[in-house]
């Protein structure tokens, strides 16, 4: 079983950067399992903002390429998020999740963070 946990998020104004981050543990395989970032603002449907699979590949939801980076250090199991110039539409609950599998292109993630919140003011 894998356990992921955020670590991150806050409040800042419009403009301003935060970096998220998600440490794996348990039975991670070889290559571990991929892992990904989601955010689900009040109202509005869970969306995937990218993933790293076991060898590394990396991708950014296209909307976000310039202010999103997804990036992991794979000695430490940790996926970041950094965010750059923030806006209020980026505020929503954001999530870390891992697949069973060291792919990303199918199966279902399994294991969820508890979540946390990013506020951006205007």
């Known amino acids: 079983q894998v356990h992921v946990v955020e670590v991150g998020g806050g409040s800042v104004e419009a403009g301003g950067s935060l970096n998220l981050s998600c440490t794996a543990s348990g039975d991670l395989g070889s290559p571990p399992v991929c892992m990904g970032w989601f955010r689900q603002a009040p109202g509005k449907e869970r969306e995937g903002l990218g993933a790293?699979?076991?060898?590394?590949?990396?991708n950014v939801r296209e909307s976000l390429k310039g202010r999103f980076t997804i990036a992991k250090d794979k000695v430490k199991n940790t996926l970041y998020l950094q965010m750059n110039n923030l806006k209020p539409e980026d505020t929503a609950m954001y999530y870390c999740?891992?697949?069973?599998?060291?792919?990303?292109?199918?199966?279902?993630?399994?294991?969820w963070g508890q979540g946390t919140q990013v506020s951006v003011s205007s």
């Open positions: 790293v699979d076991g060898i590394g590949r990396g």
């Open positions: 999740a891992a697949k069973g599998k060291w792919w990303c292109d199918t199966g279902d993630y399994i294991s």
